[in-house]
């Protein structure tokens, strides 16, 4: 048996014995402890860093990157529902 196989078997066998709430609350533990340890600093360097990074994902123009604008595509989809529900009323009344 690998490292992996002995660590999924017990990881699967706590899973049985234990609920959610142990899951919830030893996570809740570990983000207090993190919370304490680091402060606030902590989350709002890796916030910026998170956003920077996310932005770089973003850059351009939608339609530079070949895609359609946020508003064309809520156009489109209104358009769609126009159409299913003048569908729909031809449907019922004939």
Request: hydrophobic fraction near 20%; charge should be positive; glycine fraction near 20%.
């Amino acid at each position: 048996m690998t490292v992996a196989e002995a660590g999924r078997k017990g990881g699967q066998k706590t899973a049985a014995t234990h609920g959610r709430e142990f899951y919830e609350e030893i996570g809740r533990k570990g983000g207090e402890k993190v919370s304490a340890e680091r402060g606030p600093e902590f989350y709002s360097e890796i916030g910026s860093k998170g956003g920077s990074e996310r932005a770089k994902q973003h850059e351009g123009t939608p339609e530079a990157r070949g895609k359609t604008s946020l508003e064309e595509a809520g156009h489109r989809g209104g358009q769609r529902v126009r159409r299913l529900i003048q569908e729909g009323k031809q449907y019922e009344e004939g």
